[in-house]
């Protein structure tokens, strides 16, 4: 019985001790938002392959693409990702993003309501 007693004693001030060390505050995740221009978007498919393709990029939290805006509002977790990867994300699914070019290949394999001439 001493020994359980102790035991959790022991548990109680190593959990103080560790609350205390953080100051009783959690760590905070580096926030991050991007608006990206999508100027190649031209209807509601694009709209969704956009966001598919920047959801799957480690760290983005929400995506949301504006099809009369042509911009998708992108909020991330900073320590696992930046803007730069996530306009990368978008080129590769056939789209431009901000001054990132989209893939070329890519574009002409979506639908055809779906793709664009370069101006």
Known sequence: MRQVIALLLLLGVAAYAQHDHNHGQKKETPKGHAMISVPTIQCETCVQT????????????????????????????????????????????????????????????????CQSERK
């Open 50 to 113: 956009v966001e598919v393709a920047v959801k799957k990029v480690e760290g983005v939290k929400s995506v949301s693409v504006d099809l009369k805006e042509k911009v998708a509002h992108v909020n991330f977790n900073a320590a696992k990702t930046n803007q730069q990867k996530i306009e990368n994300a978008i080129a590769a699914a056939g789209y431009d993003a901000n001054k990132t070019k989209r893939d070329e290949v890519a574009h002409y394999n979506l639908p055809k309501c």
